[in-house]
């Protein structure tokens, strides 16, 4: 199972009731203490920024040949343990650019194995966030070890 999902609440909580790691509607979101320290950062850590795009950009982009980068999301959802919550990154929308879920598909792979992430036991399921924030097109991934 790797592949992108869609995240339709109803969707995401059919697939929560037969693979318990996904997150169901109510995990999608920040708990209350990880949303605190989501508005600490913004008023402490990013203000030092231009935007959101440029602290991203500045702290995970060092590479300007790289498509895509993946990062552990600093304030992840109210994911299950054993599950693990990630963002990949894009400098551009590929969607924009005639690719496919494919080849995003393909960059999460490359991403999981370059961080020394990929085990033959990995399953993972991404997808676009409805409720977009940033100027930087990104995907959601959850991942975890059978």
């Known amino acids: 199972m790797n592949y992108y999902i869609n995240p339709d609440e109803s969707n995401l909580d059919r697939l929560n009731k037969e693979h318990n790691w996904i997150p169901n509607s109510t995990q999608v979101r920040r708990s209350n203490s990880t949303e605190d320290k989501y508005q600490d950062f913004i008023k402490n850590e990013l203000i030092k920024y231009e935007s959101k795009k440029d602290y991203i950009i500045k702290t995970l982009f060092n590479n300007e040949s790289i498509i895509g980068v993946l990062s552990e999301n600093m ?21 924009s650019n005639d690719l496919d879920y494919k080849v995003i598909n393909l960059n999460i792979l490359t991403e999981l194995k370059r961080l020394d992430l990929y085990k033959e036991n990995l399953e993972y399921v991404w997808y676009e966030n409805p409720k977009r924030s940033g100027d930087l097109y990104h995907v959601h991934v959850f991942f975890h070890y059978k």
Do not use: A, K
């Open 75 to 95: 304030f992840p959802y109210q994911v299950s343990e054993g599950t693990y919550h990630y963002i990949m990154w894009y400098l551009e929308n590929p969607m």
